[in-house]
């Protein structure tokens, strides 16, 4: 157990809704990651949060955004999905910092579903 | 560009014997991190080893080892005596501080371990 948490387990949305995903970070952890991995590949890094302010983004539209709160969860948000944003999303957790530090803790996962 | 390649799609070994699973990596920076991952059916990314750039020792974790290779940039996973529970997909993946906090994941080696 990690001691991060994912809400919910499975989701499934139509074409053209939103949705909101939700990460606990492990207690300590300031910095939170989230990832999408579609059937059969690795993860893909979507955006960092770090004491609530994004710390880099990936190669994903603007219809991914997200939130960091004062007590670090976070949530992910996408607008106008799509069919191939259908994938596992993850989060992950960090302390924050170099070396060790860098290690990110990673959660069950969201299974997204868009029909 | 490909950042991890992991050339393994699937590996068999039988049990309690040792395996390696393969990585390379590219990057121009100095300072970078390593990270190896399994991942079983249930979707959880499960951390096993760290390999800081700087590091002169490999990192061992129990049964895990990393044999870092600095010059030929690469960071293979060995995992002694395994155990039927070993049967997963095995991510490598690389962090690099300063670009964009990212962290790139390769494709994955799926590992079955035979009684």
């Known amino acids: 157990e990690t001691g991060v948490t994912q809400s919910p387990t499975h989701l499934i949305k139509t074409r053209g809704q939103q949705v909101t995903l939700r990460c606990s970070s492990q207690?300590?952890?300031?910095?939170v990651s989230w990832y999408q991995q579609a059937l059969g590949q690795g993860p893909q890094f979507i955006f960092q949060y770090y004491r609530e302010e994004e710390n880099g983004r990936g190669n994903f539209p603007p219809r991914f955004s997200g939130l960091q709160f004062p007590n670090y969860s976070s949530e992910l948000n996408v607008n106008a999905l799509e069919l191939d944003d259908s994938a596992l999303y993850l989060c992950?957790?960090?302390?924050?910092?170099?070396?060790?530090?860098?290690?990110?803790?990673f959660g069950a996962g969201t299974r997204l579903s868009v029909l | 560009a490909q950042k991890i390649t992991q050339t393994q799609p699937g590996m068999f070994v039988q049990e309690k014997e040792a395996v390696t699973l393969d990585c390379t990596y590219d990057?121009?920076?100095?300072?970078?991190?390593l990270f190896w991952y399994k991942q079983p059916s249930s979707g959880e990314m499960i951390f096993l080893i760290y390999q800081g750039s700087y590091d002169e020792q490999n990192a061992t974790e129990g049964r895990y080892s990393l044999n870092f290779q600095k010059a030929r940039k690469s960071a293979n996973l060995v995992i002694s005596a395994s155990q039927l529970g070993d049967s997963a997909m095995y991510f490598c993946?690389?962090?690099?501080?300063?670009?964009?906090?990212?962290?790139?994941f390769g494709a994955g080696t799926r590992l079955t371990v035979k009684p």
């Open positions: 993946a690389m962090r690099e501080p300063y670009n964009n906090n990212d962290m790139r």
């Open positions: 207690s300590g952890h300031n910095t």
């Open positions: 992950a957790s960090s302390p924050g910092g170099g070396g060790r530090a860098n290690i990110q803790y």
């Open positions: 990057t121009s920076d100095q300072s970078y991190g």
